[in-house]
């Protein structure tokens, strides 16, 4: 009987997650998770749960008034579920991948980035686990401060507000217990900055924080090409993406305009953050412009970093790509990168990832339009984006969708969480060696 379960990683990863999400809304649809005392809708119930265990964030209900505290209490216990095992199961994927390699190239790289084995499975989870319990303790203790001082709060009241946003914000969840999200806190650094911090060290993903810590006392530590692209091209498309927001929204009275010129760059930062797949809004999206709009495509589709919270086809795909089209520029062999040869295998996979992900977006689309035809094309474009990528962020319009369309929207969510992850691991793990070589023949492209 036994021979006939999966064995595949990626297979078990994807069952595993599946089977959270049934359990989950099969907790949500029972009468004591309703603030109505009334078992939810099965639909609802099934959104919900998705969008928590994929820490995607979009809801067809209000959070902190359609479920009851317990109702509440579960939703963040999924998607801190959701967020913790894709982190553990991202990075020890990571290091089963890493298994493939020849003994002397993981004797090499482990020398060079002090990363794990992948005999030491319990020293990983333990370790995510502490990252996680320290990073979400000290945000929330934080804002529940905030909270009880500014909002005339009980303590009891801005220790759940605060211990929630925290879990959110590290697992890029982006759900909120108010229904407008951040907007109330959107002049508010002392709420949105550690909000920040929260998305980032969650969106960076395990295996960068390890070598960062692993690497803090060297004043001149030599970073992996995996670490350097990660944090670097994480800054780049936050700093792009907080001057393009500026420069677009500044003078739109209904996101930026009206505020000063230090909480127009505050409220720039915390957007253009959480756009990477955190879900928070301290503007309305939906008076955003068109140009906001397709920025936000971008930034929602790259998203964060990989065996992280965060979701999108992830930060290193696209700008290992970028170096291939660089090196085709400029007529190299080889594409490298500070001392270091991209191997083709990789380079494969950063494409696979990148044109499947295309169109994974482009078929949801596709499907939407005909069953939401009703509303604006680019509003059902960003809800496609925003689905995939797990990011949370919407116009407005996911309770307006019809339940055929929310279908759709479910699995998007399902495919862009589990989907890429399990698909690197089966284009990595899946390469099996030929003894032969067909003749080699170059086809006209371009």
Not at 194 to 219: C, Q
Not at 296 to 306: D, K, Q
Not at 358 to 376: E, R, Y
Request: overall charge positive; hydrophobic content about 55%.
């Amino acid at each position: 009987m036994n021979n006939h379960l999966p064995t595949h990683p990626a297979a078990v990863l994807a069952l595993a997650f599946m089977a959270t999400i049934l359990l989950g809304t099969a907790l949500l649809m029972l009468p004591w998770a309703s603030a109505s005392g009334e078992s939810a809708p099965w639909l609802t119930a099934l959104f919900t749960a998705t969008s928590a265990v994929c820490v995607t964030g979009l809801v067809v209900v209000d959070t902190g008034t359609y479920w009851s505290p317990l109702g509440q209490g579960l939703v963040m216990a999924l998607f801190q579920l959701g967020g913790f095992g894709m982190m553990t199961s991202a990075t020890l994927m990571g290091l089963l991948i890493g298994g493939h390699m020849k003994l002397r190239t993981r004797m090499l790289l482990q020398s060079e980035t002090h990363a794990l084995s992948l005999g030491d499975v319990r020293s990983v989870a333990r370790m995510v686990l502490v990252v996680t319990v320290v990073c979400e303790a000290t945000v929330a203790l934080w804002l529940t401060v905030r909270f009880a001082m500014k909002m005339d709060l009980s303590w009891s009241q801005a220790l759940w507000h605060g211990t929630f946003h925290a879990v959110s914000a590290y697992n890029n969840a982006g759900f909120s217990t108010w229904p407008d999200s951040v907007i109330r806190h959107l002049t508010d650094g002392w709420v949105l900055a550690p909000l920040m911090l929260a998305i980032v060290v969650g969106g960076l993903g395990f295996p960068v924080i390890t070598e960062l810590w692993a690497n803090r006392r060297k004043r001149q530590a030599r970073w992996s090409v995996h670490t350097t692209l990660t944090v670097w091209g994480s800054a780049a498309l936050v700093f792009l993406g907080t001057l393009g927001l500026w420069l677009v929204e500044r003078n739109n009275p209904k996101t930026l305009g009206m505020l000063g010129f230090f909480d127009q760059w505050l409220a720039a930062l915390f957007t253009s953050v959480s756009a990477r797949t955190a879900g928070f809004n301290a503007v309305d999206i939906g008076a955003l412009g068109l140009e906001s709009l397709v920025l936000h495509y971008v930034l929602m589709f790259i998203g964060g970093g990989s065996a992280g919270t965060a979701g999108g086809v992830k930060v290193t795909t696209v700008f290992l790509l970028l170096l291939v089209v660089w090196s085709e520029i400029r007529g190299r062999a080889d594409v490298e990168f500070r001392g270091r040869r991209i191997s083709t295998p990789v380079q494969r996979q950063a494409l696979s990832i990148l044109v499947l992900s295309g169109t994974a977006v482009s078929l949801g689309l596709l499907a939407i339009i005909p069953l939401a035809n009703h509303l604006p094309l680019d509003k059902l474009l960003f809800e496609v984006v925003s689905a995939f990528a797990t990011v949370g962020l919407s116009t407005g319009i996911t309770a307006d969708l019809p339940p055929a369309a929310q279908g759709v929207i479910i699995a998007l969510m399902y495919a862009g969480r589990v989907g890429v992850v399990t698909l690197a691991l089966a284009l990595a793990i899946n390469q099996v060696p030929r003894a032969y070589r067909y003749p080699e023949e170059k086809p006209i492209v371009g």
